[in-house]
């Protein structure tokens, strides 16, 4: 399976929104909604922001949103904080059972 | 909590078989709809799923890789292993592994163990 389609890059000004999409197929993003995103710092692991589309683990900021639309997810951030410079990956189960990840997005503030 | 911490070799010969061992705590590889998967990340790139376990004894491989990949479990000792054959320099990777839920998501990572293939 191919991996899913990110921007390679993404900037915005403090406080601003910025919004990452990831486009998969029928066969992944489209087909369920079991859509994840991760945020990762240089030299540390990725750490869960969203999952099941639009959905937060507890602790993260409610600052972070997620949803869906056809084959494409979407990785809203609002109010940027300096903070919020990472990498963003999305994630998606699949119709063959197994789980692909996106190309990954750079996220830079201004 | 949950932890996991991944270990094995940080320096592999091309074509030998890498052995990478996540040994876990938290929860039990035993309990119904829990999964320990393999992730791996070359420097610089983006992440690329490798394989899953779950409680069951499923298995689940990455197609482009499956030739090369086995992963098996030992519950009582909390460990996951992940064994890679006929290594590659393009093999250079932090390797991770993660608890998942049936469809996900990995929501608990280790920390990652760099693996440097090299003659």
């Known amino acids: 399976q191919s991996a899913l389609t990110q921007p390679a890059s993404v900037s915005g000004s403090p406080g601003q929104s910025i919004t990452i999409s990831c486009t998969g197929t029928s066969s992944d993003v489209g087909g369920y909604n079991y859509v994840s995103w991760y945020q990762q710092h240089p030299g540390k692991a990725p750490k869960l922001m969203i999952y099941d589309v639009s959905n937060r683990p507890s602790g993260v900021s409610n600052r972070f949103s997620g949803s869906k639309s056809g084959n494409t997810a979407s990785l809203t951030i609002s109010g940027l904080q300096a903070e919020d410079e990472a990498d963003y990956y999305c994630s998606s189960y699949t119709s063959s059972s197994s789980f692909v990840f996106g190309t990954g997005t750079k996220v830079t503030v201004l | 909590q949950i932890t996991l911490k991944e270990s094995g070799p940080t320096l592999v010969k091309p074509t030998q078989t890498l052995t990478l061992t996540c040994t876990f705590s938290?929860?039990?590889?035993?309990?119904?709809?829990?999964?320990v998967g393999w992730i791996r990340q070359p420097p610089g790139k983006a992440l690329e799923w490798l394989a899953l376990?779950?409680?069951?004894?499923?298995?689940r491989y990455s197609p482009s890789l499956k030739s090369r990949l086995t992963i098996t479990k030992d519950t009582s000792k909390n460990q996951v292993v992940l064994t890679m054959t006929n290594m590659d320099p393009v093999d250079t990777a932090t390797y991770y592994c993660?608890?998942?839920?049936?469809?996900?998501?990995?929501?608990?990572w280790g920390q990652g163990t760099l693996v440097t293939v090299s003659s």
């Open positions: 993660a608890h998942v839920l049936i469809v996900g998501p990995f929501d608990y």
């Open positions: 938290g929860f039990s590889l035993s309990t119904s709809g829990v999964g």
């Open positions: 376990i779950y409680w069951n004894d499923d298995k």
